[in-house]
């Protein structure tokens, strides 16, 4: 069965950086794409970017240009996330998502609090 | 980008009512929508996708309609577990896009 496993919580102080990691299994990992979407607390989803895990592409949301860093490792079905420069607002549950059209599996998320 | 607009954003229903949410797209996005399910402290579930289309594994109460700019998702009779946030989301242009969400409460 399909599965996207997610890197565990973690707190960082302003200024720093992350890095969530989405390891895939269940299929064959480089036919599909990998979208990041978060969520800060109480409120929406918000859609960061995704990439190819066939050849490496991305797209990456306004908002997040110059400070966020998608990769994928094919070598073992993982898909990472970097985010810079983190601010307080950045506090949110991560998710990555399977995506081919629709994101049909998601990981469990990943708490990222950014607290001084 | 494309804007993604919901109505209500919340509403309260019974068991074995009929619901229907309402999702607009600020310009047309064909049949590119897909409807998400999220219960809190979970990750959200695929529901239908491409508008129409169930999502193996959903149950066939959920049914999604519409194209262009106006869409519709509508559980036929709502149960128990279907207390929960609903997201429409477009996949027509890049960035994706999600509405801000219709939260189905107990009545």
């Known amino acids: 069965q399909v599965q996207l496993v997610q890197s565990g919580a973690v707190v960082k102080k302003p200024g720093a950086s992350v890095r969530v990691s989405c390891k895939a299994s269940?299929?064959?990992?480089?036919?599909?794409?990998v979208t990041w979407v978060r969520q800060a607390p109480g409120q929406g989803l918000e859609w960061m970017g995704w990439?190819?895990?066939?050849?490496?592409?991305?797209d990456y949301a306004h908002e997040f240009q110059g400070r966020v860093t998608m990769t994928t490792d094919t070598s073992t079905s993982t898909a990472y996330l970097e985010l810079g420069s983190l601010r307080p607002d950045d506090t949110a549950v991560y998710y990555c998502?399977?995506?081919?059209?629709?994101?049909?599996?998601w990981g469990q998320g990943t708490l990222v609090t950014v607290s001084s | 980008d494309i804007q993604m607009t919901q109505s209500p954003p919340s509403l309260s229903a019974s068991v074995g009512d009929r619901v229907t949410i309402t999702c607009r797209a600020s310009?047309?996005?064909?049949?590119?929508l897909n409807w998400y399910q999220q219960k809190p402290g979970e990750a959200p579930r695929l529901l239908i996708y491409?508008?129409?289309s169930l999502q193996s594994g959903v149950p066939s109460r959920f049914s999604g309609g519409g194209s262009g700019t106006d869409f519709t998702l509508t559980i036929s009779s709502l149960q128990p577990e279907d207390f929960a946030t609903y997201y429409c989301?477009?996949?027509?242009?890049?960035?994706?896009?999600f509405g801000p969400g219709t939260k189905v409460n107990i009545k």
């Open positions: 998502a399977r995506v081919l059209g629709a994101l049909d599996y």
């Open positions: 269940g299929y064959t990992f480089d036919t599909y794409g």
């Open positions: 990439i190819s895990a066939f050849n490496g592409n991305t």
């Open positions: 310009q047309s996005i064909a049949s590119y």
């Open positions: 491409d508008a129409a």
């Open positions: 989301q477009q996949r027509y242009l890049i960035p994706l896009t």
